[in-house]
């Protein structure tokens, strides 16, 4: 098992920045790979960013990248997504997601744990 807990949510203005957090617990964080996803007011949980296992490989959705930097320390079994230049579309519930697959990976289903969530909410 893994909890997921994520912090860091808020509501700020267009073109600010803010970081999240997600602490991880219950397994060995180095064996995981992570990933950021999100869910906006009626619409369908998207992925955001992902990090392999060693942070060694990326992966952003198109509408981030450029924006966003998604890291991880190991150490303190942290995974952490830096949102810079901050748009009301990005607006939304941020979720932090756990996989056994070392990978940085894309897709939801593969994710096999998930946080409970943190709201952000980005004003025009």
């Known amino acids: 098992q893994v909890q997921l807990v994520e912090s860091g949510g808020g509501l700020v203005q267009a073109g600010d920045s803010l970081r999240l957090s997600c602490a991880a617990s219950g397994r060995t964080f180095s064996n995981l790979g992570m990933g950021w996803f999100r869910q906006g007011p009626g619409k369908e949980r998207e992925f955001v960013a992902a990090?392999?296992?060693?942070?060694?490989?990326?992966r952003y959705a198109d509408s981030v990248k450029g924006r966003f930097t998604i890291s991880r320390t190991n150490a303190k079994t942290t995974v952490y997504l830096l949102m810079n230049s901050l748009k009301p579309e990005d607006t939304g519930i941020y979720y932090c997601?756990?996989?056994?697959?070392?990978?940085?990976?894309?897709?939801?289903?593969?994710?096999?744990?998930w946080g409970q969530g943190t709201q952000v909410t980005v004003s025009p």
């Open positions: 990090i392999s296992w060693s942070g060694g490989l990326t």
């Open positions: 997601a756990a996989t056994v697959t070392l990978n940085a990976q894309v897709v939801p289903t593969v994710y096999g744990y």
